[in-house]
């Protein structure tokens, strides 16, 4: 089993930064992805930005400059450095962990998620 614990979610200012962080624990692989994901009310989890092992990253364009997510390996941890929020960054967000197993099976998980929200 794989448990994912995310922290640093909460309250800020338009134009303000927030660091997110995911702690990853259990039976993990030594190559698989990270992300993180939001979900806004009214609206589907959308992908804000991946990051491979070997530390490949992916962005929603609509955080492309703004966001930036790093791993560290050691520590089974991913971050995302949030810069010049806004409120439309407003959701809740989740962390997830996934790889392709022995004979082609997808493990995905899911952490319990963390609210940000951004004030006009």
């Known amino acids: 089993q794989v448990q994912l614990v995310e922290s640093g979610g909460g309250l800020v200012q338009a134009g303000g930064s927030l660091r997110l962080s995911c702690a990853a624990s259990?039976?993990?692989?030594?190559?698989?992805?990270m992300g993180w994901y939001r979900q806004a009310p009214g609206k589907q989890r959308e992908l804000v930005a991946a990051i491979s092992s070997g530390g490949r990253t992916n962005y929603a364009d609509s955080v492309k400059g703004r966001f930036t997510i790093s791993r560290d390996n050691a520590k089974n941890t991913v971050y995302l450095q949030m810069n010049s929020v806004k409120p439309e960054d407003t959701a809740h967000y989740y962390c997830?962990?996934?790889?392709?197993?022995?004979?082609?099976?997808?493990?995905?998980?899911w952490g319990q998620g963390t609210q940000v929200t951004v004030s006009s």
């Open positions: 259990g039976s993990i692989p030594s190559i698989y992805a």
């Open positions: 997830n962990a996934a790889w392709t197993g022995g004979a082609g099976v997808v493990y995905d998980y």
